[in-house]
């Protein structure tokens, strides 16, 4: 009746465990019962199993979406802090290429700022750094004229007025130039 095969000497099934003499006074009808009892629990199993595997294929969708949009997130905070990292680099920098500047650190300045590629004002101060080197050049010239004047000699006023005629318009160059003839 449960399919197995028995050898001729066993009284009893050796699968279901129903004796022999229960099985050949078996009724068709309790067979026949039994058997839709069998498919109709088999039935509800599959119908539990396919149940269960619906919702496990669920929960792992559920998962992999939630993990899709963890990664998302930390994705683009890594993007984040990455620019936020190199903003506050680019501004430490610029932070300190302008205390070259204070210090009336030109040259190094220059460099600070050209290594910034257009940060902020940087062209700007770059130009401002050349501007103060230019300013000073042009003191130093003039406090060169002053000196050679001051002297007295004449081929030191000579090299004053030379001096004096390339600052132009600086300071007072024009009104010491008038003394000369």
Do not use: P, W
């Not at 190094?108 to 700007?124: C, H, P």
């Amino acid at each position: 009746v449960c399919g197995a095969i028995n050898r001729s000497g066993e009284t009893c099934c050796h699968r279901c465990r129903q004796t022999l003499s229960h099985l050949r006074d078996f009724n068709i009808d309790d067979l026949r019962k039994r058997k839709d009892e069998r498919l109709v629990l088999e039935k509800v199993a599959a119908e539990k199993k396919r149940l269960e595997e619906e919702e496990a294929k669920r929960r792992n969708i559920r998962t992999a979406k939630r993990a899709a949009a963890i990664l998302a997130v930390v994705a683009v905070l890594c993007v984040a802090a990455r620019f936020a990292i190199g903003a506050i680099e680019k501004n430490n920098a610029y932070n300190e290429a302008a205390l070259l500047m204070e210090q009336e650190k030109y040259e190094e300045a220059i460099q600070a700022f050209s290594a910034l590629d257009g940060y902020k004002d940087s062209a700007e101060q770059i130009q401002s750094a050349r501007n103060s080197i230019a300013d000073m050049e042009r003191a130093a010239e003039y406090d060169r004229a002053i000196q050679l004047l001051e002297t007295g000699k004449s081929e030191k006023e000579n090299e004053a007025y030379y001096l004096l005629m390339e600052l132009g318009d600086y300071q007072d160059a024009k009104n010491l130039l008038k003394c000369f003839t």
